[in-house]
């Protein structure tokens, strides 16, 4: 199945926001880097995933730095709380130097457009992103790394070493084509956090959501 069948069987199922675990399976389909899952050893993240509770750490759906074992254990127990999500353990990342936001969406005047800047938590307290319209080309993702008060951040700030930029630039002009392809089935696509690691060592993308189009029944017709 490709990704386009893929979200339209999503639509078939009358779904509307579609749930990290499915939306991270998509995106690795698409050459996005995601993390390893149910590793043998190390930190793990544990999460229960559904697409009635998008906003997992709201509803105690996210466990961190847990052993395999603990992770088995979380995942479970939230299993039973909340019936019918996706279970999800993966492994932590521990060597990212910068956390970024990359969104996708449709604009009313502007259609579809892709957006970049500093994720995880500092979306709130630095609220700029660079914007620009979708498909982005490769060397207008580069611009979108070095442009704005976040670019800063990328080239390293009191000594700390730069982020993966050509990774990230190529993650951004990688998902917007995706998304302009696809603007007749999805509204919107977040990933937050990318967690960038040092220059030439990659990224991978932490949390991911796909809201779809609630119109594409009638665009498919």
């Known amino acids: 199945m490709t990704p386009r069948e893929t979200l339209e069987s999503w639509h078939r199922a ?3 926001v579609v749930h990290e675990a ?10 996005i880097p995601v993390p390893k899952r149910n590793p043998a050893e190390g930190r793990c993240v544990a999460k229960l995933c559904h697409d009635d509770y998008p906003h997992k750490s709201d509803h105690g759906l996210v466990r961190l730095g847990l052993s395999p074992e603990e992770a088995k254990r979380a995942t ?3 299993a039973q709380r909340f019936p019918g999500g996706t279970t999800l353990i993966e492994e932590m990342e521990d060597g990212s130097v910068a956390e970024w936001i990359i969104g996708c969406k449709r604009d009313d005047t502007f259609g579809p457009i892709v957006l ?12 700029t ?3 620009r319209l979708a498909p982005a080309k490769p060397q207008t993702a580069e611009s979108m790394v070095r442009s704005g008060p976040g670019a800063r951040m990328l080239a390293g700030l009191r000594g700390a070493e730069p982020a993966d930029r050509g990774g990230l630039a190529d993650l951004i002009s990688r998902i917007s084509v995706f998304f302009a392809e ?8 977040e990933i937050n956090p990318v967690m960038v690691r040092a ?3 990659g990224l991978v993308a932490a949390d991911a959501l796909i809201v779809l189009s609630p119109n594409a029944d009638e665009q498919e017709s």
Do not use: C, H
């Open 182 to 189: 696809n603007a007749d089935l999805i509204s919107e696509i």
């Open 116 to 127: 970049a800047g500093p994720g995880g938590i500092l979306v709130e307290l630095i609220d």
């Open 129 to 131: 992103a660079e914007i």
């Open 199 to 201: 220059d030439g060592k």
């Open 76 to 78: 479970t127990e939230m």
């Open 14 to 16: 009358g779904r509307k």
């Open 22 to 31: 499915d939306a991270k399976d998509l995106l690795q389909r698409i050459g």
